[in-house]
């Protein structure tokens, strides 16, 4: 009794710090963190306020819903992820998804664009619960790094050219890229100079600032000029497109739009949007755990990034992710915890509420050269072409990708990327590798290759089928299978298939095929040799009928045993040792007795 009731609070204990590894953090705080994780949390404010601002023009809402997105999402994070230097926020792959998918259906009305948004923030942290829930984190990862590469490069291309018409100050007519490139000579002759005047300003205060104090937020400091110039002159007077008026204060609560036909609409692609900003999340939360040293879990930062997109939209905000750029300014400034998140948080919360009035004089151009800027840090063409010397199949699929997204639009190119990453999963495991085993010099158990030094066993083929053996590629491995014994030579008397590589669960069809191989093996007179999952192939075999008694499939523990005891068996044989083999008795204790 007095056992149950220690362990009760240990396992209640384990049970909360599983669900907020944040605040476990924050238990063991130290002080001497507080001056690092204050200097990253200046630092990282510096960069979201831009940036955020800058976002919500692309996806098409006000600029205070982009700082609506920091402040909660930021805080959940700080509480549910299990990643010390991460910084969630509003990323420019999802606000572009966003707007692909809500400008359409929006219809020219704000306010509906705006509560689509929310409506499609919140089925993305549902997705993202789910996927949390029933721990299929794994899922994700069908989006290998080459899709994603060019998937990235897809879209940072895709918004570059977008913002082409801030900067220039003229309006896009056509909503995909190709028909836009096409129409450039009539919008170039279109270009409003007050605009790109703003425009030229911003980039060079933004590469000033980069040169002569590198660790000051650049975008900040160019975007602060821009507005003061913006607001000395009165620019919006002479055509220059403004952020406008931004109350300030807490948002006004309005309910996502929950009609079942656009419910419909928005399924598949907050699917896709979950998928594309867990796994960009994922690279950017391993990369830097690796580099601090400590772990992170794909669960928990699923549910993490859905508690966060949940709260976003319970916050009036857009669909949030991991931010590279911040992730990298908190690393660098030397943060140390999720407190930099909180106070960064609490930082914005501070100007919401107090100080947007200046906000309204920032122009859209000079957020165009922000998200351009940010836009072109997504874009690595370098890597993307290593892919063609190491990995040619690779480089194909990022091509793909990247060539969708930009020629039939970033929904469907995302799309295509995940029935890619897929396929790509699908034939790795329909159609894997295969080896043909042999010895070496040392009596241990390598794969045949070029080199010498490894010899086949005569009369033994022992095969190695590197994939779970299950119903969609039983049939390949049984025709590989055959394929080997037809081209081993000398002919096949013995068959060893090592059973740990690709005897993983219980398929009826692959212990249907496994029964038609023994039988169609030893119309040949070769012996079928399973080795190694013992117990469980005996229980599977028992339970799928097929035969592993006298005469039928040989089951041994492990591959060295399967080949010892046939060998020992043989030279028993050779020797005129080897006992009779009765139907009752049991084959492992007749060759141990042979080995006697």
């Given at each position: 009794m007095d056992a149950v009731t220690k362990d009760a609070p240990n396992s209640l204990l384990h049970r909360f710090a599983d669900w907020f590894p944040g605040l476990k953090l924050f238990t063991h705080y130290q002080r001497i963190w507080f001056k690092d994780d204050l200097r990253a949390a200046l630092s990282v404010t510096a960069v979201a306020l831009p940036v955020a601002i800058a976002y919500a023009q692309l996806t098409g809402v006000n600029a205070v819903v982009g700082l609506y997105s920091c402040v909660l999402p930021m805080l959940v994070y700080a509480l549910f992820g299990s990643s010390r230097q991460l910084i969630v926020g509003p990323d420019a792959a999802t606000c572009a998804v966003l707007a692909a998918v809500v400008t359409p259906l929006a219809a020219g009305d704000p306010q509906r664009h705006w509560q689509l948004v929310m409506t499609m923030t919140f089925m993305t942290g549902v997705w993202c619960l789910l996927a949390?829930?029933?721990?299929?984190?794994?899922?994700?990862?069908?989006?290998s790094k080459p899709i994603l590469m060019g998937l990235l490069n897809g879209v940072a291309i895709t918004i570059i050219v977008g913002q082409f018409s801030k900067i220039l100050g003229f309006r896009?007519?056509?909503?995909?890229?190709?028909?836009?490139?096409?129409?450039?000579?009539?919008y170039l002759a279109q270009t409003h100079w007050y605009t790109l005047a703003i425009a030229l300003l911003?980039?060079?205060?933004?590469?000033?600032?980069?040169?002569?104090?590198?660790?000051?937020?650049?975008?900040?400091?160019?975007?602060?000029?821009?507005?003061?110039?913006?607001?000395?002159?009165?620019?919006?007077?002479?055509?220059?497109?403004?952020?406008?008026?931004?109350?300030?204060g807490l948002p006004d609560f309005q309910a996502p739009v929950f009609?079942?036909?656009?419910?419909?609409?928005?399924?598949?692609?907050?699917?896709?949007?979950?998928?594309?900003?867990?796994?960009?999340?994922?690279?950017?939360?391993?990369?830097?755990?690796?580099?601090?040293?400590?772990?992170?879990?794909?669960?928990?930062?699923?549910?993490?990034?859905?508690?966060?997109n949940i709260a976003a939209a319970a916050a009036q905000g857009f669909a949030v992710s991991g931010a590279d750029s911040r992730t990298a300014v908190n690393?660098?400034?030397?943060?140390?915890?999720?407190?930099?998140?909180?106070?960064?948080?609490?930082?914005?919360?501070?100007?919401?509420?107090?100080?947007?009035?200046?906000?309204?004089?920032?122009?859209?151009?000079?957020?165009?050269?922000?998200?351009?800027?940010?836009?072109?840090?997504?874009?690595?063409?370098?890597?993307?072409?290593?892919?063609?010397?190491?990995?040619?199949g690779a480089f194909t699929?990022?091509?793909?990708?990247?060539?969708?997204?930009?020629?039939?639009?970033?929904?469907?190119?995302?799309?295509?990327?995940?029935?890619?990453?897929?396929?790509?999963?699908?034939?790795?495991?329909?159609?894997?590798?295969?080896?043909?085993?042999?010895?070496?010099?040392?009596?241990?158990?390598?794969?045949?290759?070029k080199s010498d030094k490894v010899k086949p066993i005569a009369g033994i083929l022992i095969y190695r089928f590197n994939s779970p053996l299950t119903y969609f590629n039983a049939v390949y491995f049984k025709r590989r299978l055959l394929t080997r014994i037809a081209d081993q030579s000398p002919p096949v008397e013995t068959v060893i298939v090592d059973a740990v590589s690709c005897f993983s669960h219980l398929d009826l069809s692959v212990m249907a095929m496994i029964d038609e191989l023994y039988r169609q093996l030893k119309t040949q007179g070769i012996t079928l040799i399973l080795a190694g999952r013992k117990r469980e192939l005996l229980a599977w075999c028992e339970a799928s009928g097929v035969d592993t008694g006298d005469g039928g499939i040989v089951i041994r523990p492990d591959l060295t045993m399967a080949v010892r005891m046939l060998q020992n068996y043989k030279a028993a044989v050779s020797q005129g040792l080897a006992p009779q083999v009765r139907k009752q008795d049991d084959p492992d204790e007749v060759l141990a007795h042979s080995l006697l």
């Amino acid at each position: 009794m007095d056992a149950v009731t220690k362990d009760a609070p240990n396992s209640l204990l384990h049970r909360f710090a599983d669900w907020f590894p944040g605040l476990k953090l924050f238990t063991h705080y130290q002080r001497i963190w507080f001056k690092d994780d204050l200097r990253a949390a200046l630092s990282v404010t510096a960069v979201a306020l831009p940036v955020a601002i800058a976002y919500a023009q692309l996806t098409g809402v006000n600029a205070v819903v982009g700082l609506y997105s920091c402040v909660l999402p930021m805080l959940v994070y700080a509480l549910f992820g299990s990643s010390r230097q991460l910084i969630v926020g509003p990323d420019a792959a999802t606000c572009a998804v966003l707007a692909a998918v809500v400008t359409p259906l929006a219809a020219g009305d704000p306010q509906r664009h705006w509560q689509l948004v929310m409506t499609m923030t919140f089925m993305t942290g549902v997705w993202c619960l789910l996927a949390s829930r029933f721990r299929i984190g794994v899922l994700a990862e069908f989006l290998s790094k080459p899709i994603l590469m060019g998937l990235l490069n897809g879209v940072a291309i895709t918004i570059i050219v977008g913002q082409f018409s801030k900067i220039l100050g003229f309006r896009y007519q056509e909503p995909y890229l190709l028909e836009r490139l096409l129409h450039t000579p009539q919008y170039l002759a279109q270009t409003h100079w007050y605009t790109l005047a703003i425009a030229l300003l911003t980039l060079m205060f933004f590469i000033l600032a980069k040169l002569m104090r590198p660790h000051w937020p650049a975008a900040m400091i160019a975007i602060a000029v821009a507005t003061y110039v913006s607001w000395a002159l009165s620019l919006s007077e002479d055509g220059v497109a403004v952020v406008g008026n931004i109350a300030s204060g807490l948002p006004d609560f309005q309910a996502p739009v929950f009609e079942l036909g656009l419910m419909r609409e928005l399924v598949m692609p907050a699917l896709n949007l979950a998928m594309v900003s867990f796994i960009s999340m994922m690279l950017t939360a391993r990369s830097f755990a690796a580099k601090n040293g400590y772990d992170i879990d794909a669960d928990k930062e699923f549910r993490a990034l859905g508690l966060a997109n949940i709260a976003a939209a319970a916050a009036q905000g857009f669909a949030v992710s991991g931010a590279d750029s911040r992730t990298a300014v908190n690393d660098a400034n030397g943060g140390k915890t999720q407190l930099v998140s909180v106070i960064s948080a609490l930082i914005i919360l501070v100007i919401i509420l107090f100080a947007t009035a200046p906000l309204a004089y920032i122009p859209a151009s000079a957020l165009g050269v922000v998200l351009v800027i940010a836009s072109i840090s997504l874009i690595d063409i370098k890597a993307l072409w290593r892919l063609r010397k190491r990995d040619n199949g690779a480089f194909t699929l990022a091509v793909i990708t990247l060539l969708a997204v930009l020629f039939i639009g970033v929904i469907p190119g995302i799309t295509l990327a995940v029935l890619l990453g897929l396929f790509q999963f699908l034939k790795v495991v329909m159609r894997p590798d295969d080896q043909v085993l042999g010895i070496n010099q040392k009596g241990i158990l390598r794969s045949l290759g070029k080199s010498d030094k490894v010899k086949p066993i005569a009369g033994i083929l022992i095969y190695r089928f590197n994939s779970p053996l299950t119903y969609f590629n039983a049939v390949y491995f049984k025709r590989r299978l055959l394929t080997r014994i037809a081209d081993q030579s000398p002919p096949v008397e013995t068959v060893i298939v090592d059973a740990v590589s690709c005897f993983s669960h219980l398929d009826l069809s692959v212990m249907a095929m496994i029964d038609e191989l023994y039988r169609q093996l030893k119309t040949q007179g070769i012996t079928l040799i399973l080795a190694g999952r013992k117990r469980e192939l005996l229980a599977w075999c028992e339970a799928s009928g097929v035969d592993t008694g006298d005469g039928g499939i040989v089951i041994r523990p492990d591959l060295t045993m399967a080949v010892r005891m046939l060998q020992n068996y043989k030279a028993a044989v050779s020797q005129g040792l080897a006992p009779q083999v009765r139907k009752q008795d049991d084959p492992d204790e007749v060759l141990a007795h042979s080995l006697l």
